[in-house]
């Protein structure tokens, strides 16, 4: 049989950004089933989103920390999530859907740990890279 079209030419990056963060996250925090795949597939796919746009494990870090003490409508609300304009669009974006469905301290918990994860992730891809 032969190969699906283009799944030789795309990378696991490129096949990884196509990844609708936004669905994932904004129920994988809520719902056991799909827990699994936001931290695993949506983490690394919205590091590589983010990783490609400059984001730095550090900016992601302190958003943690803000959704920890303020919660994810709270840091969706900022005027800027992120330092750049373009990024901060995409995970405003993210997050906004998230705080949607995401209303219990535990979901709440459970994006900052998210977010945490991603940052990780980004920092061990520029670590490799090197």
Not at 52 to 59: A, C, D, T
């Amino acid at each position: 049989m032969p190969p699906a079209p283009d799944s030789d030419s795309r990378s696991d990056d490129e096949v990884l950004a196509a990844t609708d963060v936004a669905m994932l996250l904004r129920y994988g925090l809520t719902q056991d089933a799909l827990r699994t795949a936001l931290f695993g597939d949506g983490a690394v796919a919205a590091a590589v989103t983010l990783d490609r746009l400059g984001v730095l494990p550090r900016s992601l870090t302190f958003l943690a920390e803000i959704v920890r003490s303020g919660g994810l409508a709270y840091a969706a609300g900022l005027p800027e999530p992120l330092p750049a304009p373009e990024p901060a669009e995409r995970l405003r974006d993210w997050l906004t859907g998230a705080a949607q469905t995401a209303t219990t301290p535990e979901a709440e918990i459970r994006a900052a740990r998210w977010l945490d994860a991603v940052a990780e992730i980004i920092a061990l891809r520029r670590s490799v890279r090197r």
